[in-house]
């Protein structure tokens, strides 16, 4: 019987099956949960505040401007809207990144099996935060490219039908046919391209690379592993989601409660307003924090699992585990930051 690889921490330190990766991401996320959940809240809370401070700073300017004019005003609400919605983009993709950026850096303890702290967590982050958001949204412009041109089409189709019903013509089929193409030949590109360039955030936190850098890192790693990579990440995104429904489901069971809602005004008489307010009130909070670990778990599994694979990739083409395993058997620096795969 051969001799069992060394396990130190959360993998063994030999290739991995896809049991390993997806268990050594569960046990990364119960050994770090602190770290994991510390940073995940101080990243979607600062983007809630700064989200929510840009909304009241737009109602505020767009509610002084039709109360001067005393009119809709149509353009200014569009304005408004948009730059709402443009800085709510950018606060979840900044947010996003530290938590991309997060789940490697913890995982350079895990694999190890040392124990580390929010703030040397946070060290590892900051200065990768910018490389990690580059590589997201790199990923993002090209994936969005055949998307664009596949939404583009599906648009002109239903213009076209539009046109076809008030104009009795038949030549809306053309446009449908155009946007079904379109579908067919862009979609597969964009997941293409999403899978190759899925290692980047782990890349560019493990050996400190540029955005451009890890995508390049990433693209050699995934080469001949492209469908691992995309069934194992699939598999994980797929695990995230549906424990994340099922954690937001009681909530919304709760929320859809008779008294639970404005409209539940018994027809004997008013409601006690502080009763009212009360209920509304903790419905509303416990949803947003179901939503908020949900959303934390969602992001941060999977993230686990690829910074794994990426791990798993290093560990089969590199022979990179030998040399975590002499860094295991290391003591950590001063400030417990371990050693990088």
């Given at each position: 019987?051969?001799?069992?690889?060394?396990?130190?921490?959360?993998?063994?330190?030999?290739?991995?099956?896809?049991?390993?990766?997806?268990?050594?991401?569960?046990?990364?996320?119960?050994?770090?949960?602190?770290?994991?959940?510390?940073?995940?809240l101080?990243?979607?809370?600062?983007?809630?505040?700064?989200?929510?401070?840009?909304?009241?700073?737009?109602?505020?300017?767009?509610?002084?401007?039709?109360?001067?004019?005393?009119?809709?005003?149509?353009?200014?609400?569009?304005?408004?809207?948009?730059?709402?919605?443009?800085?709510?983009?950018?606060?979840?993709?900044?947010?996003?990144?530290?938590?991309y950026?997060?789940?490697?850096?913890?995982?350079?303890?895990?694999?190890?099996?040392?124990?580390?702290?929010?703030?040397?967590?946070?060290?590892?982050?900051?200065?990768?935060?910018?490389?990690?958001?580059g590589?997201?949204?790199?990923?993002?412009?090209?994936?969005?490219?055949?998307?664009?041109l596949?939404?583009?089409?599906?648009?002109?189709?239903?213009?076209?039908?539009?046109?076809?019903?008030?104009?009795?013509?038949?030549?809306?089929?053309?446009?449908?046919?155009?946007?079904?193409?379109?579908?067919?030949?862009?979609?597969?590109?964009?997941?293409?391209?999403?899978?190759?360039?899925?290692?980047?955030?782990?890349?560019?936190?493990?050996?400190?690379?540029?955005?451009?850098?890890?995508?390049?890192?990433?693209?050699?790693?995934?080469?001949?592993?492209?469908?691992?990579?995309?069934?194992?990440?699939?598999?994980?995104?797929?695990?995230?989601?549906?424990?994340?429904?099922?954690?937001?489901?009681?909530?919304?069971?709760?929320?859809?409660?008779p008294?639970?809602?404005?409209?539940?005004?018994?027809?004997?008489?008013?409601?006690?307003?502080?009763?009212?307010?009360?209920?509304?009130?903790?419905?509303?909070?416990?949803?947003?924090?179901?939503?908020?670990?949900?959303?934390?778990?969602?992001?941060?599994?999977?993230?686990?699992?690829?910074a794994?694979?990426?791990?798993d990739?290093?560990?089969?083409?590199?022979?990179?585990?030998?040399?975590?395993?002499?860094?295991?058997?290391?003591?950590?620096?001063?400030?417990?930051?371990?050693?990088?795969?």
């Open positions: 019987m051969p001799p069992q690889p060394p396990k130190p921490g959360v993998i063994p330190l030999a290739p991995l099956a896809v049991s390993d990766l997806l268990s050594g991401a569960l046990a990364t996320m119960g050994r770090h949960w602190k770290q994991l959940l510390g940073l995940a101080a990243a979607y809370g600062t983007a809630v505040v700064v989200f929510g401070g840009g909304l009241l700073v737009a109602f505020l300017t767009v509610g002084d401007r039709l109360k001067d004019t005393g009119q809709d005003d149509v353009p200014a609400l569009l304005t408004a809207f948009g730059a709402v919605y443009l800085l709510g983009v950018l606060v979840m993709l900044a947010a996003n990144a530290v938590v950026a997060s789940c490697p850096a913890v995982l350079q303890d895990a694999v190890l099996g040392r124990p580390t702290t929010i703030g040397t967590v946070w060290r590892r982050v900051r200065p990768r935060v910018g490389a990690v958001l590589t997201v949204l790199l990923t993002g412009l090209i994936a969005a490219v055949p998307l664009l596949m939404a583009l089409t599906l648009v002109a189709a239903f213009v076209a039908l539009l046109a076809a019903a008030h104009y009795d013509t038949p030549e809306f089929g053309w446009w449908v046919l155009a946007g079904a193409l379109g579908m067919l030949l862009t979609g597969p590109v964009a997941i293409w391209l999403w899978v190759r360039f899925s290692l980047a955030p782990a890349a560019a936190v493990f050996e400190g690379h540029g955005a451009f850098a890890a995508l390049r890192r990433s693209a050699q790693l995934v080469r001949g592993a492209w469908w691992r990579t995309f069934g194992v990440t699939l598999l994980a995104t797929l695990m995230a989601a549906v424990t994340g429904y099922l954690i937001q489901m009681p909530f919304q069971f709760l929320a859809a409660l008294g639970a809602g404005l409209s539940d005004t018994p027809t004997d008489g008013s409601p006690d307003a502080a009763v009212v307010v009360s209920l509304l009130v903790t419905v509303l909070a416990l949803t947003l924090v179901a939503q908020l670990v949900a959303q934390i778990l969602t992001a941060a599994f999977p993230q686990l699992v690829t794994l694979l990426y791990v990739q290093r560990i089969r083409r590199e022979n990179l585990a030998p040399a975590l395993a002499e860094a295991s058997a290391v003591p950590p620096p001063g400030d417990a930051s371990g050693v990088s795969p």
